[in-house]
């Protein structure tokens, strides 16, 4: 009778340690699937500004915001707008002014919020309208916040004659570590009609 209640508890203990290994293992692999499931996915960064600009007049959603609307929504990607209100309400000929300044003393302006949390990810895009041959300070601020370390980040702008400029260039900068491709620009006056190009460009990476 002891021997037949002994190795019913140490079947009980096998069975039990097992079930607990069967457990932790798939809450392993479960955590491990999500993992790999937002490590594909995509991530989209992007300052736009909204207003009085060249070319299109005013407009109340900026061009490289639809760009970075369309990327998000054919990738399934989430995204961050870094946002500023420096600029808010500016004519075209000030902030033309403004970013000039900024861009010759190397300024770096404060963006609203916190940097986001990108380790999930492994694909980056990074976009923002050409300002004076480069994408505009705020976005070198958040640049300093953000590890892309290993990532595939791949810059895009919008613009209206100066196409990628130093934009690519100045990422490879920013993250030597990172892989810069599948560089990509558009007109800002053509955005409104330019999904397809978009759609193109993204079926191309
Ligand atoms: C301050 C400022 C500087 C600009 N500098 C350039 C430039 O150097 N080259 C260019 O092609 N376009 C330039 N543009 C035009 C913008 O790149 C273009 O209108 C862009 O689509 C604006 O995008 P957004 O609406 O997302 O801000 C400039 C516009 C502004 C407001």
């Keep these: 009778m002891k021997r037949i209640i002994t190795a019913v508890l140490a079947l ?8 607990q290994d069967v457990k932790t293992h798939g809450r392993a692999s479960q955590a491990n699937n999500l993992k790999s499931q937002n490590m594909s996915k995509s991530f989209v960064i992007f300052f736009s500004h909204a207003g009085d600009n060249y070319s299109v007049g ?4 900026g061009n490289t915001k639809i760009v970075a609307d369309y990327i998000t929504e054919i990738k399934g990607a989430d995204q961050f707008e ?12 000030p902030l033309i002014e403004l970013a000039k300044e900024e861009a010759n003393k190397g300024e770096l302006p404060p963006y609203e919020g916190t940097a986001p949390d990108l380790s999930q990810y492994d694909t ?17 601020t958040l640049f300093k916040d953000i590890n892309l370390d290993g990532k ?10 100066s196409g990628l400029a130093s934009c690519a260039s100045d990422v490879k900068k920013s993250f030597p570590k990172a892989k810069v491709t599948g560089e990509f620009s558009i007109y800002g006056h053509e955005v409104r009609t330019g999904k397809a190009k978009v ?6 990476l």
């Design 12 to 19: 009980l203990i096998v069975t039990s340690c097992n079930g």
């Design 58 to 61: 005013n407009i109340e959603v």
């Design 82 to 93: 870094i946002v500023t209100h420096k600029y808010d309400g500016m004519a075209y000929m």
């Design 124 to 140: 980056v895009f990074i976009g923002g309208p050409v300002w004076w041959g480069t994408y505009p300070q705020v976005m070198f």
């Design 152 to 161: 595939t980040v791949i810059p895009f702008t919008t613009h209206e004659g």
């Design 199 to 204: 759609e193109k460009w993204l079926k191309s």
